[in-house]
């Protein structure tokens, strides 16, 4: 069990379902899951805990459910839980009441003390992460900020999120550096598959290699940590794209052995909309040139990269609220039940006939999102059918590799949401 897990226990954090637990009627406090969850949960196995029903329909009453849809598309933005949403109000009502004076002397305390939470969170030092509004933010802080020279090359997948391809795109045109593809397979049959390929596009002059944790559109989840092995061994330093794995698998950032990690809170950790994460790795941080010019930070200070105005200070506070939410189901047990509601509609509908599955199977490649398509049907057609026909709110995505709908359960997905997706897909032929 991780130190800032074992640390919240301790301030009344986890506990497990037992059977004789009454569900209140009104959402429980942080705290008060102490009270409905026995503190055993570490000696079960998460993938049980994943399919236990009583237990998340707990968790679930700490979110609000809108009655005229289902949505399972919680990838672009996930909604706070009720304590967290609590929370940020009381923080704004604070900002609001001391003003220009917390601005002035206890907001940079305030965010070191965020960011060292979330550092010890990540697995990583507080001297290597500041907090941003969003992934894109993050990276293209990275990008923007590295001293490229014409002729360097870049190595980015076909299906890396389209902000960081055309951040790359610019560099190329500004600066005369080299983009070379690397085409990922939908159902890849080795990791040494996926290695291969990113090997064989390494030229003498690759500066940078782009990869996603989890790729976006499809949920595949990549090799990292031997991508990034496999590009140092060849003097590249590695960037991953880390939007949809923060918060959603149980990972460290520095056991990914990457340069750069960026990440969006709002996503799966259920932070509010506009906060993200930046992590470089301690040695590489003076070489990135900061967005704004800052001449009071040393180069080797990551705090350099922060300097971006006046900040939304409520929403950082608010992230404090999010990981204790995040600690009181912990991270193994979250990614468990985000598989397996995948795993519950997708298996369910793999073998109609009139189905293409986009994502692969095995769960050491996927996670919580999967991409489902209809034969003969556009990816348009198909988010407009699920929607306008059974209310489930999906989103179409159509690229050159991937044709289909994005599905993304989350924590108060029921079962009874995604099997209104299953008969959805099974009457539309």
Known sequence: MSHSRRSFIKRGGIAYLSLGTVIPSVKPTVEEYAQLLLPNVQDKDPRIIAQ????????QQSFTRNKDFINLENGYYSCLPIQTLNAQKAHVQRLNDERSRYMRIDQVRDRENVKSR????????????????NTTESLNTVIFGLDFQPGDEVILCDQDYGSMQEQFKQQAQRKGIKLRWVKVPLHPQSDDEII??????????????????IIN??????????????????????ICDGAH????LDFRIPE?????FGTSLHKWLCCPLGSG???IKQDKIPQIWPLFGDVHKKSDDIRKLEHIGTQPCSTHLSILNALDFQLTIGNKIKEERLRYLRNYWMD??????????????????SCGIGNVGVKGKSPKELAEYLFEEHKVYTVAINRESVQGVRVTPHLYTTLEDVEALVTALKQFG
């Open 118 to 133: 979330l550092a010890e969170f990540a697995g990583c030092s507080l001297e290597e992460v500041i907090v941003t509004r």
């Open 52 to 59: 236990d029903e009583r237990f998340w329909s707990i968790i």
């Open 256 to 260: 990914l052995g990457v340069d750069y």
């Open 245 to 248: 794995s923060f918060g959603h």
């Open 196 to 213: 291969s390929l990113y090997k064989q596009a390494i030229s003498p002059k690759t500066r940078i290699l782009l990869v996603s944790h």
């Open 348 to 365: 369910r509908v793999r073998d109609l006939p009139h189905v293409r599955i986009n994502s692969p199977q095995e769960d050491s490649r």
């Open 217 to 238: 559109i499809t949920g595949q989840v990549l090799p990292v940590r031997k991508i990034a092995d496999m590009a140092h061994s060849h003097g590249v330093e590695v």
């Open 277 to 279: 994460l930046l992590y």
